[in-house]
Each structure stands twice: as C-alpha cells, then as structure tokens.
C-alpha cells in the first residue's frame, strides 16, 4: 500500500521561502520511472501543478513558477523535499505530493497525500 | 501556454448519466487523466490514459476523446459521486529543449440533483 504525508510550516511569512516535505513509503523512488509530484490548491480554487522528480533525479517545473521552485529527493529516507522562494500571500493554498508509477509514459498521479494548508501571511 | 477548458459545473438525476467534458487543441492524441475531489480530500484518480480505470473505480466511470475533446462519463450517478472533476495532461513546454509539464484543468463541479 503506498502512502504519501506532507508536513512543514503552516503560516510563512511574505518573502520567507517554503520548505515541505513529502515522505512516503511502499514505493521506492529507486525504482527506474517511479516519480514524485507537487501539487497544490488554493482554498476554493482549482489544483496546480508544481513540479515532479523522477527516480533518475530528473526534474520538471511548473513554467510559470520555474524560478522559485527546487525539488530534491532523500531515498534513504524515502522523501521528497520541495522548496519554493519569495512566497506571497497569493501562494496561500494546501500544497499536496503525489505518487507517479513506473507504467505511466505521460505522468499521473494514482496516489496522494492528504496535504497541507501553508498559510502566507505578515 | 497549453488550456484545458471544463464547464465550471454539471447537474444530473441520480440514475441519469453525467458527462464531463475537457477541452483542449490536439487532446486527442494526448493521453487525459481524471482526478475525483470530494470536499475535504485529496484528488483520487479515476480514469488515466485516457479510458482505463484503476483497480477499485467502479466500470460506471469510462474516459473517451475526440477531436478536441475528452469526455468523463459516469453511468448512473449517485449522490455519493458529487465531487469536484479534473482532467490532466502531459504537455511540451519547449520542442528545442524538450521540456514538458503537468496540465490541470480548472475543475468541474458535478451536483446530483
């Protein structure tokens, strides 16, 4: 059974840079096309996607974001760790990892964390 | 930049079948995920490449696509099938580079009536 947790701050403040991490277990992300995604989701609004880290240490970014985000990845500890700079208030949202499987040429995600709500806030 | 377009919202009889629509220029030879939201919860997929269901989603939800257009359809809806629906897709950000990124749609609000 595969299961993903995000944890990390609650409240940031503007210009303050966001570090959350994603651990999760009954995958291992040394597994050749196993990938890890962000995900996140204004209160009320629609998902937006963040960026993803493949087993390879292949990594792809939301272009509009591309500038503010680093995703990096733990296997010892079976985590994914993302960072984003400069948050605003507008980056208000619950920020959510997501399981990629090795079968899926063009990404998905088959599982998800429960997420967490990161409030930007002075 | 690549859009996909979902109606903000769809109603329909419980029994009756409802019909999501993601629109998109080429979706046809992409491969269109779906993602169910009940209020409260993380997304759980429900269709991916295009028509196939993971295991535990129930055959009333089937995924197609034609010209422009992906469809989620949900065969005798329940009131327990009253969620937020997205599509997704895989698309190139740079043919030089051959970047690509993750696609969301803006949601699809179901309510049975």
């Not at chain 1, 296997?75 to 507008?90: D, I, R």
């Not at chain 2, 993602?35 to 129930?58: H, M, N, T």
């Not at chain 2, 969620?83 to 949601?107: I, K, L, M, N, P």
Request: charged share 20%; net charge neutral; glycine share 8%.
């Amino acid at each position: 059974q595969i299961t993903l947790k995000e944890s990390g701050p609650t409240l940031v403040k503007p210009t303050q840079t966001l570090t959350l991490t994603c651990t999760f277990s009954g995958f291992s992300l040394t597994t050749s096309g196993v990938a890890v995604g962000w995900i996140r989701q204004p209160p009320g609004k629609a998902l937006e996607w963040l960026g993803i880290i493949y087993w390879d240490d292949d990594k792809r970014y939301s272009p509009s974001l591309k500038s503010r985000l680093t995703i990096t990845k733990d296997t010892s500890k079976n985590q994914v760790v993302l960072k984003m700079t400069n948050m605003e208030p507008v980056d208000t949202a619950t920020y959510m990892c997501g399981h990629t499987p090795l079968s899926s040429p063009e990404p998905y995600f088959d599982s998800w964390g429960q997420g967490t709500l990161v409030t930007v806030s002075s | 930049s690549y859009v996909l377009t979902q109606p903000p919202s769809v109603s329909v009889a419980p029994g009756q079948t409802a019909r999501i629509t993601c629109g998109g220029n080429d979706i046809e030879i992409k491969s269109v995920h779906w993602y169910q939201q009940r209020p409260g919860q993380a997304p759980v997929l429900v269709v991916y490449d295009g028509r196939d269901r993971p295991s535990g989603i129930p055959e009333r939800f089937s995924g197609s696509t034609s010209e422009n257009t992906a469809t989620l359809a949900i065969s005798r809806v329940e009131a327990g099938d009253e969620a937020d629906y997205y599509c997704q897709v895989w698309e190139t950000t740079s043919h030089r580079s051959g970047d690509r990124h993750v696609v969301f749609g803006g949601g699809t609000k179901l309510t049975v009536l």
